[in-house]
């Protein structure tokens, strides 16, 4: 079991900082004075800011990360996971939109609750509207499973996808969740319920607030049928089963879960068609780096029947990567002639933390870390906005005194009572085994198996899943008007900000009155 080790500094001038920390940094050091390394990498943060100058251009394109439950634990975690897989420490280590010049902290708060969903959040950071836990697209007039009220267009809300389809601009979305799932649907649909993404779902929902629920429609049908969703020239992402219909099997693997009988799918294809434009439906990894953007004026990719599968397990033959997906939304917007607005949300973070499973959150959340790499060295700083933030934040705690480059993921400590903690561990959530064999006692984590990518992390308070966490997230932005982002505000600024960049939405029109 490693143990943490103190050392007594008598002086600044007498400390050489490589002393404490891990062998695999120690070995790639310069050994230079801890004053001399600490003073100029300082100076050459405090260089980079002075020489920072704000772009007050307008933003030809917009771009919005979405890290669902990206808390700011989860990147602290992250970016030191990514530094030893390359064999470094970690602690020093940035993820890429962690060098973007301005930062700032968004609140999460629904307009019913003191911690947040997808949903209600998405709601915010993507309409402007705080709305109830687990509706999306509707203000908070609109309750839980209050079907009647959702019928009631005066309570939609329209989110910067749509006011930017209003300008003229070219749109897309990108999920490995469901493209049905919370926070994707927030820049389509209105839906008191985010788990109403079929017609069954909503027949079936055993609540008696749904009972004889009629004229609803359900939120892939949305995406299909409705506007802004039919006007996406890229949408990417899992959940392929809610556009099919349950009577046919469409491949060995599954069938769909419509009980209308639509395919939905066919649909787009049709409705492309009879637009007169060029469309590709694809499915796999091939097909996606195999097309041409330039004869495709509308692409739909649905990689797998639900969720994606997490980057760690999947065929990576098969299914593409965020970074992949994010390039080809990119190439296919590029062409539109008033710029465009994008919407990419690495959503299994989200899930993975649900399950404490933190091998697989870090590494989802490094796949959202390339895939911004990829659109910063696809895109100009100077007429581009990429904003980088989370929708909650999770309970993902980093404990102790861990030694320096000590790994994230298996590093161990000890109890009072002669126990082990893990670096990482959760305020509650799912654990096996959580005691020991006589069952009256905590378990031991020090025999586990904790570099296993299924690993599940030690909890505090045993539940089926992990619940999300109230506290603030990070906006991290860079491009024209990005300095608006910088502070402390509600999520609902996010789009506001955004589309003031780019000259359409309703904050252009309220400031320009001024």
Not at 224 to 230: C, K, V
Request: proline letters at 3%; glycine letters at 8%; hydrophobic letters at 35%.
């Amino acid at each position: 079991m490693n143990e943490i080790k103190s050392k007594a500094v008598d002086s600044d001038e007498n400390f050489d900082w490589h002393d404490q920390v891990s062998e695999p940094l120690r070995s790639q050091s310069h050994y230079t004075p801890a004053s001399k390394y600490w003073r100029e990498l300082s100076v050459d943060v405090l260089r980079e800011k002075l020489h920072t100058t704000q772009k007050k251009g307008v933003a030809r394109n917009l771009i919005l990360f979405l890290g669902d439950g990206m808390s700011i634990a989860t990147l602290t975690a992250a970016r030191i996971y990514l530094g030893q897989l390359k064999k470094e420490a970690g602690e020093n280590t940035f993820l890429s939109f962690e060098k973007f010049p301005y930062t700032g902290l968004a609140k999460t708060y629904c307009a019913d609750s003191q911690v947040a969903d997808s949903a209600c959040s998405a709601t915010a950071y993507l309409t402007g509207v705080k709305g109830n836990i687990y509706t999306v697209g509707v203000t908070s007039s609109v309750g839980l499973r209050d079907w009647r009220n959702m019928k009631n267009e005066s309570y939609h809300t329209t989110s910067i996808l749509k006011w930017a389809q209003d300008a003229g601009k070219g749109t897309g979305i990108i999920s490995t969740s469901r493209i049905t799932d919370a926070s994707p649907a927030a820049t389509y649909a209105h839906s008191a319920y985010r788990l109403w993404q079929t017609d069954l779902d909503i027949k079936n929902d055993p609540d008696y607030r749904a009972t004889n629920a009629t004229g609803v429609k359900d939120i892939a049908s949305q995406l299909m049928e409705n506007s802004p969703g039919t006007g996406f020239k890229v949408i990417l992402g899992g959940g392929r089963d809610a556009f099919l219909p349950n009577t046919e099997k469409h491949d060995p693997s599954m069938t769909g879960s419509r009980g209308d009988g639509k395919n939905l799918i066919q649909t787009w294809k049709k409705s492309k068609e009879n637009m007169k434009k060029s469309a590709s439906y694809i499915s796999n990894r091939d097909q996606l780096l195999g097309l041409d953007v330039n004869k495709t004026d509308y692409v739909l990719g649905l990689f797998q029947p639900g969720n994606m599968d997490y980057h760690k397990l999947s065929n990576k033959a098969q299914q593409p990567t965020l970074a992949e997906m994010t390039e080809l939304a990119i190439k296919m917007l590029q062409k539109e002639a008033k710029g465009f607005v994008l919407f990419v949300e690495g959503g299994r973070i989200d899930v993975a933390h649900h399950e404490n499973k933190a091998h697989l959150a870090l590494d989802e959340t490094v796949e959202l870390h390339k895939a911004v790499e990829r659109a910063v060295s696809m895109t100009d700083e100077e007429e581009t906005l990429i904003v980088v933030t989370a929708d909650h934040a999770h309970t993902m705690n980093i404990n102790g005194y861990p030694q320096r480059g000590g790994d994230i993921l298996t590093y161990i400590q000890g109890t009072e009572d002669q126990l082990s903690y893990s670096t990482l561990s959760y305020a509650n959530g799912p654990n096996t085994p959580r005691f020991n064999e006589e069952g009256n006692g905590q378990h031991d984590i020090f025999t586990d198996k904790r570099d296993d990518p299924h690993y599940t992390f030690q909890t505090i308070n045993l539940l089926k899943a992990e619940t999300h966490d109230g506290q603030d997230v990070t906006v991290f932005a860079r491009g024209p008007w990005a300095h608006l982002l910088v502070g402390n505000y509600e999520q609902t600024v996010i789009p506001y900000a955004m589309s003031y960049a780019a000259g359409f939405g309703p904050a252009v029109d309220v400031l320009d009155q001024e």
